[in-house]
């Protein structure tokens, strides 16, 4: 990405993509996507939207139970320990999955997405229901 890339990136309120495979307990292909910080939340908010072209249905080899694990691993191992460059501590993490990229806010009937939100205490995740 270059630098009017993410001057652009930063003045909506999104991180630039972060090239890098994440390992997640269910060991399926999880890459960041972008983070988002700008949007109407439950007081200040930070999405971490991930990618993973392997997340397509919930179906035999993929319930619920594993991808929330994966969520919340993604929250402690990857969303907590960036906080502290990011700014103030947010009331709310929020971690998505997605099949492929999609513009934030925007309803795409092609995109398979699941969403999790966190409030973090002490440097932990804690789930809270959306």
Known sequence: MG????ILALAIGAQPVWAENI??????????????????GSGLTYRF??????????GDDLNYAVLERDM???????AVPRLAATGPVPSQIVISISSRASEFGQADP?????FEAYSVSDNQCIWEPL
């Open 3 to 6: 630098l009017v890339g993410l």
């Open 23 to 40: 390992q997640v307990p269910s060991g399926k292909a999880v890459a960041f996507h972008e983070m988002i910080w700008n949007q109407p």
């Open 49 to 58: 939207r991930f990618i993973s072209p392997e997340i397509t249905s919930v």
């Open 72 to 78: 919340a691993h993604l929250c402690q191992e990857f």
């Open 110 to 114: 092609e995109v398979t997405q699941f």
